[in-house]
């Protein structure tokens, strides 16, 4: 079972992307044929940005390496979207704004797992 990242709450501003995943026929002339490629053909990319302390930022940076580490996806809940998705991180950074905060930005791509 995937554990839930820490986190719940980015600030507003993230993006949503869906990444549809079809084939495209086209004829000579300009018809075209669309087919959706494989079961889950609509995944999902976030790009977040998260406003920590500096505790609960080493507890989100210890979050994401353990799953680097162990190979497994976690949960997140889109914010407006009441579903838990699987998601992993392919990538995030942090930069300090000022004393004691952190602004941690990352990308979730959702993954699809029995």
């Known amino acids: 079972m995937a554990q839930p990242f820490p986190f719940a709450n980015p600030k507003y501003g993230y993006t949503v992307t869906r990444s549809p995943k079809m084939n495209v026929l086209s004829f000579g002339d300009g018809f075209q044929q ?13 790009n977040l ?21 162990d190979g497994e996806s976690f949960t997140f809940t889109i914010p407006n979207e009441n579903v838990n998705k699987n998601f992993t991180c392919t990538n995030y950074n942090t930069s300090i704004p000022f004393l004691n905060r952190v602004i941690l930005s990352c990308t979730f791509q959702e993954v699809f797992e029995p």
């Open 34 to 46: 669309r087919l959706t490629k494989g079961l889950n053909q609509n995944p999902v990319s976030l």
């Open 49 to 69: 940005r998260f406003d920590l302390s500096q505790t609960e930022s080493n507890t989100a940076i210890t979050f994401l390496n353990a799953r680097i580490t």
